[in-house]
């Protein structure tokens, strides 16, 4: 399924549509596509579920932390991809975040 905001934005841009995997239930948008997001402390199942959730809204996923993060996904705070995060003043969220 593809939201009308997605269709309506790739058509007023002149791009095309995203390439999607075929899935069930999925409903996808652009709403996440200013964001590059990676995680911390999070076990493979639940960072599996951010990623794909987050590439469905537009968003671009790495499991490491580069230049181009935006966003760190995390439930633990002391890790090397938190501190990154700090010091380079990018979003720090939870799960719940991309969830809801």
Known sequence: I??????LSCISNSV????????RN?????????VSLTTTGLAKN???????LARYMGARTTTE?????????????????????????AYIVTPKWVFD
């Open 65 to 89: 932390y580069t230049d181009s993060v935006t966003h760190l996904v995390a439930t633990q705070a002391n890790s090397p991809k938190y501190k990154m995060a700090i010091e380079r003043k």
């Open 16 to 23: 095309p549509l995203p390439t999607f995997q075929k899935t």
């Open 26 to 34: 999925a409903f996808y948008s652009l709403i996440m596509s200013s």
């Open 46 to 52: 639940i960072r599996e579920k951010v990623f794909t």
């Open 2 to 7: 593809i939201s009308l905001d997605l269709l």
